[in-house]
């Protein structure tokens, strides 16, 4: 089965189905995604997924960034274990909703089309109930926030960057080379795992880091 048939398998089914390439950036997004979540195609195309769907659990907790679980082991080729997230629907409400991925593998991928194809479904009010009978609580994931093990410094020069100050006005306040700043950002993003400062002042806040 080569990669147009998996397009042609989720483009009919009833499911919300996207699909995201080897840097979670959105590939595929089915007429269903568009009518769950009100966005068209051509609106998130390009995106990053997390920047999207701003995935949440049911306290609030930030489920979706750079170094969520999913993206890491689709580029691992590792399976991955379905989970719950919440997001929000055409209409602004908060929906729960089950996520279900599907791996590509690799000799099925053309060039820069999807590494995975994720499904989301809605989780009804009897199903809820039913998770409740069984376990007293409901698994919201199986994703738990990662340990970033930034130092106090570097959370201090993300902090100035989440501020506006650049690496001059970060290198003056903290009485430091410029070239010592530089090198606090290339360990930020290297334990992150993004690629800019914005990338990082991004996730940092989103995972209540600064």
């Not at 929000?88 to 991928?109: C, T």
């Amino acid at each position: 089965m080569q990669t147009d048939a998996f397009y042609e398998l989720f483009r009919n089914t009833s499911d919300s189905v996207f699909g995201i390439d080897g840097e979670q950036r959105v590939c595929f997004w089915n007429d269903a995604c568009e009518k769950l979540t009100g966005l068209t195609f051509q609106r998130v195309r390009g995106r990053k997924c997390y920047d999207v769907l701003s995935g949440a659990d049911i306290r609030g907790n930030s489920l979706c960034g750079p170094a969520c679980f999913v993206g890491d082991r689709i580029k691992r080729n590792l399976p991955v274990k379905d989970y719950d997230m919440v997001i929000d629907n055409a209409e602004g409400e908060k929906v729960l909703v089950n996520v279900g991925a599907y791996l590509i593998p690799p000799e099925l991928r053309n060039g820069g089309g999807p590494g995975a194809f994720l499904s989301m479904r809605r989780v009804d009010g009897y199903r809820f109930l039913q998770r409740m009978e069984k376990g007293g609580d409901v698994t919201w994931s199986t994703w738990t926030p990662p340990k970033f093990n930034l130092s106090p410094r570097e959370l201090e020069v993300l902090k100035m960057a989440s501020n506006g100050m650049n690496t001059a006005n970060i290198a003056e306040k903290l009485s430091i080379s410029s070239l010592t700043v530089k090198n606090h950002f290339k360990n930020i993003f290297a334990k992150l795992k993004v690629h800019s400062r914005t990338e990082a002042v991004g996730l940092a806040l989103r995972m209540n880091l600064i």
